[in-house]
């Protein structure tokens, strides 16, 4: 990892041996370790997909909606994460993806500010949902631009020794959206607050923290030159259809395709109604926990666990290789889902045997959600437009997830949530047979100083 106020040169090589001179050269210059800015710009990430996707979910159960429709609605606010490819190689066009993060955190947290707005209309539900849908726009254009710098800046072995920071780093938003605000929501209500001004010093305060990251980010991410050739000058259009095509004649991309759309399907089923059963009330079939326990248990607890997972899964991946790893990353990743059946089965009251079963989940659902991430960035990326090729990928993950969760909010409610969270461990088995068919067309070095 480059020191403090050193300059890195980095080298990408194709397959077939070809340097990427040909292309572009990457000259950055580094104020601060990698590891910083990694952790950071996948915070910002993190925080604002989570709430988009999950924390909204948790407002509109605070606001009286029903399971299905709170369920349903976070679910289409995070379509832009499946729809990013559309805009995807139009930041191919900047030669530095800095500036693309920089404003775009900056424009979320102006939109944040229109979410404590919206609130308080007479029209709730239309103008939440729509600065919703914005800022997944917003957050997938972020993520797009976060994704390039990771890649263009990192070459593989450095890019898979920090897989693991880059994953906790992401996890911490969650830590955020869905852990502190919820508890700070949760703990103004306990003190007397009204739903609508709880949730709006919680939006308040996600708009300060953007602010504060752009400006962070402004500073710390590296300075990108591309030498050579640069397709700042060619034609969006020209590049869009470029970059389609060259993701289109990948050698496998058909099952590569189907592992990134088809690997978290079951967690896409569980990702909106699991925390909705545990804020559910026990009349109703739920654990009736309140937003302070949920933001403890599942936004806190549950992403520290997830983090935690993810080092180690990142550490593992560094030291074995991805090709081995991969069948257990997959069972990390769907057999713990169960553990959701056994709390509607169980019912339990007490907060350690809901925390613990949370935990135990999360872990896992860590552990193995580094090996997706690590093969879209080793395996989809690779090639000439690795930005667009990368939010390609992505965007079919976030596909599965948005069209999963619709769907999940759809049958819960015939099914009950013990019928429904058999159904979500049936729902592995896609995730099992793409990852027994995933095909490896580079070869990336495990850790060379692995000791064997």
Not at 252 to 273: H, N, W
Not at 380 to 390: C, E, I, K, N
Request: glycine share 10%.
């Amino acid at each position: 990892m480059s020191s403090e106020g050193s300059v890195t040169m980095t080298r990408h090589t194709e397959p077939g041996g070809n340097s990427t001179r040909a292309h572009s050269e990457l000259t950055h210059f580094e104020r601060v370790p990698s590891a910083s800015w990694v952790c950071t710009s996948y915070l910002a990430m993190g925080a604002i997909y989570s709430l988009v996707g999950s924390t909204s979910n948790v407002l509109y159960l605070d606001f009286g909606l029903s399971v299905r429709d709170a369920s349903w609605y976070p679910s289409l606010f995070v379509l832009p994460y499946a729809l990013k490819p559309l805009w995807a190689p139009l930041l191919e066009l900047r030669e530095s993806k800095r500036s693309i993060v920089v404003w775009t955190q900056l424009t979320l947290a102006a939109t944040c500010l229109l979410a404590t707005a919206a609130i308080r209309t007479p029209w709730f539900l239309i103008a939440s949902a729509t600065v919703f849908v914005i800022m997944g726009v917003l957050g997938a254009t972020m993520d797009m631009a976060s994704d390039g710098v990771y890649v263009t800046t990192l070459n593989d072995e450095r890019a898979a020794r920090l897989a693991g920071f880059q994953s906790s780093g992401w996890m911490l938003g969650p830590i955020f959206a869905t852990g502190l605000l919820v508890i700070l929501v949760g703990s103004l209500q306990s003190a007397g607050f009204e739903t609508g001004d709880a949730w709006q010093v919680a939006l308040g305060a996600v708009a300060l923290t953007l602010s504060v990251l752009s400006a962070w980010h402004h500073w710390s991410i590296p300075t990108a030159i591309k030498r050579g050739p640069s397709t700042a000058t060619r034609p969006a259009l020209a590049t869009f259809r470029d970059a389609v095509v060259s993701f289109a004649r990948k050698p496998s991309i058909v099952p590569m395709i189907a592992f990134a759309v088809l690997f978290r399907t079951s967690q896409g089923f569980l990702d909106k109604i699991g925390p909705a059963f545990l804020k559910t009330p026990i009349a109703s079939g739920g654990l009736g926990v309140d937003n302070e326990r949920l933001g403890w248990l599942n936004g806190t607890l549950g992403t520290i666990g997830i983090a935690i997972g993810t080092l180690l899964g990142g550490y593992v991946v560094s030291r074995a290789g991805l090709r081995r790893c991969l069948p257990w990353l997959c069972v990390a990743f769907n057999l713990p889902n169960g553990a959701y059946l056994l709390l509607s089965w169980l019912r339990p009251e007490t907060t350690i045997w809901i925390g613990s079963a949370i935990v135990f989940e999360k872990f896992f659902f860590g552990v193995g959600s580094v090996g997706h991430i690590v093969y879209l960035i080793q395996q989809v990326s690779p090639g000439p437009f690795r930005t667009a090729h990368l939010a390609f990928g992505t965007a079919l993950m976030g596909l599965c997830m948005s069209v999963t969760g619709m769907l999940g909010a759809i049958l819960v409610e015939p099914l009950g949530y013990s019928g429904y969270f058999a159904f979500v461990m049936v729902a592995t088995i896609p995730s099992f047979l793409v990852t027994w068919f995933a095909p490896f067309e580079r070869t990336v070095d495990a850790d060379p100083h692995r000791k064997t």
